[in-house]
């Protein structure tokens, strides 16, 4: 009987030494746990602050990727716009001979004569296809598409009074000034 409460006894100080482990240990854990979710909403804080960060880089690589396509398409626009510039200088030459050609025959029509101004004619549609234009010489003298080379005497002041040259436009940018004389 002796050696059953010494059984007894030993068992309910194992049980209760290994209750007592549990114990600590829940404890631990719970403790663990609660370090662990604190640690996990810190950590959790900081990836929804860096994600932040990333969705705000993201979004600016994005626009600026927009913008640079949007900046190449408007370029090569502008290029295809004026990539005529050169070619169409060069023909204003043709068109001034030309006139020229027209004015010095004076009034007599004679077919050499109509077939310089249909050469003239066919020349000026072509250009003005291609957005080609006569400068506005009507409304008065304007800096921006008007070279003034003299003065005119009988002129009003500020208006044209004598057109040398023809200037022209493409695409409504100034491709080459009149040159014309204007009143004092």
């Given amino acids: ?3 059953e409460q010494n059984e007894q006894s030993q068992d309910l100080s194992s049980e209760q030494t290994t209750q007592d482990h ?4 829940t404890e631990g854990v719970e403790q663990g746990a609660e370090i662990s979710v604190e640690d996990l909403k810190a950590q959790i804080g900081k990836l929804e602050e860096s994600l932040k960060l990333e969705k705000a880089r993201t979004a600016n690589a994005v626009y600026e990727a927009e913008k640079v396509k949007e900046r190449a398409e408007r370029e090569a626009d502008t290029a295809k716009k004026f990539a005529l510039e050169k ?7 043709s068109v001034d001979n030309l006139e020229r050609a027209i004015q ?5 029509k ?3 004569l109509e077939g310089v101004e249909l050469t003239l004619k066919s020349l000026t549609t072509t250009l003005e296809k291609f957005d080609v234009v006569a400068v506005d010489t009507t409304n008065g003298f304007n800096a921006e598409l008007h070279q003034a080379v003299g003065i005119d005497p009988n002129a009003k002041s500020g208006e044209i009074g004598n057109v040398l040259q023809k200037g022209y436009t493409l695409s409504g940018r100034l491709l080459r000034p009149a040159m014309v004389t204007v009143g004092q």
């Fill in 1 to 3: 009987m002796a050696n």
């Fill in 87 to 93: 070619f169409a200088k060069s023909l204003l030459d």
């Fill in 22 to 25: 549990e114990q600590t240990q």
């Fill in 110 to 112: 004679t077919p050499l």
């Fill in 104 to 108: 010095a025959a004076g009034e007599e």
